[in-house]
């Protein structure tokens, strides 16, 4: 990696870091953040009301006078975020998840991009760790003629709607009195990207690879999702169709946005209510999946829904033809097809991902 200069007085970046039972995770991160090379940094980090030792490891890194600590009781990931933005005093906010680490020039390369080409909104590439290994991604392609509508539309496709991997401008934030929506407890991250991003010109990229986004966390939020995300889920196509109607993409394509969205969560939700077949038993599940199925929201897209993906074909069928015991069993079958399949990858590649984690 190169270094940059910036010809102008260094601003402020603020890092915010929420924290919620990190203890396995936090020393990694905050190192990573501590040995960046851009120094004039404000690092706040909202303990949100853990059980663990993470506070009694933040305490260690204290003696940085940049680290602003706050605790909180458990209010939720988006409370804590708001209380990192309201207590910021940087010009430039980067958000960082607490099981996640970044490499050395990532704020510095951020702020010199987000400053050289005077952008509203920079992103980077990330590395994403799993258990399946270690893959690079970059979830936009970002030119000069990029425009409100095409950001949107990029947003809303894979893990383009996280904070992370992100720097975002405070004035934005404060001209618009942009929050994390407290009343969502997943996705509200791609609620909140999509609003300031309704508020840009210009955006930007780099194209190299400086977070690393963790998901070898299984205790995190999104590792978590269940048949009580439903109604959450829906609120958050809700909130996302009304942004997307006042930037006026077309209604064509807000349709096939919430289609895609909400066809994506009728799968995951059976998939995972099938899990637990052989705790709950056939008929709870088949109750279970009913009640999404009736749901009303589910019910205005069902028959618009459709996959390229040879796999989700059988089920999506299925679904339609309310034959649940059937997809009960062709989900519960593929997911031990799966785990299987991740068992094997587990053997070889489990050391390398966990040691790149550390690096």
Known sequence: MHSYEIDTKL????????VYNSAEFISDCLESVLQQSYKNLEIIIINDGSTDNSEKIIKTYMKDKRIKYLSQSNRGPAEARNAGINFASGEYLVFIDADDTIEQLYIESLLVKIHNSKSDLVCSGYIDLSEYGIKKHI??????????????????QGTGGVL????????????????LD?????????????????????????????????????????SNVSI?????YINVCSRIEKILTEIKLSDEKITGIINKRMQETLLQLVIRESLNLDKIGLDITVQNIKRIYNNQVIQMHIENYRTQKIIYKPLIML?????????????FSLNK??????????????YETKTTLRN
């Open 11 to 18: 601003p402020r970046v603020t890092i915010i870091i929420p």
């Open 139 to 156: 979830d936009f392609e970002i030119g000069e003629e990029t425009s409100v509508h095409d950001f949107a539309e990029m947003v809303c």
């Open 164 to 179: 992370w991997s992100k720097i975002f401008k405070k004035e934005i934030i404060i001209k618009h009195d942009l929050q």
């Open 182 to 222: 407290k009343d969502l407890y997943m996705s509200e991250d791609l609620v909140f990207v999509l609003r300031y991003a309704s508020h840009c010109e210009s955006f930007s990229m780099i194209n190299e690879f400086l977070y690393k986004y963790n998901r070898l966390n299984q205790n995190s939020i999104s």
């Open 228 to 232: 009580h995300y439903l109604e959450n």
């Open 319 to 331: 679904i339609k033809r309310q034959n649940f015991k059937l997809g009960i069993f062709y989900s």
């Open 337 to 350: 097809i799966i785990k299987f399949k991740k068992n094997l990858l587990n053997g070889w590649i489990s």
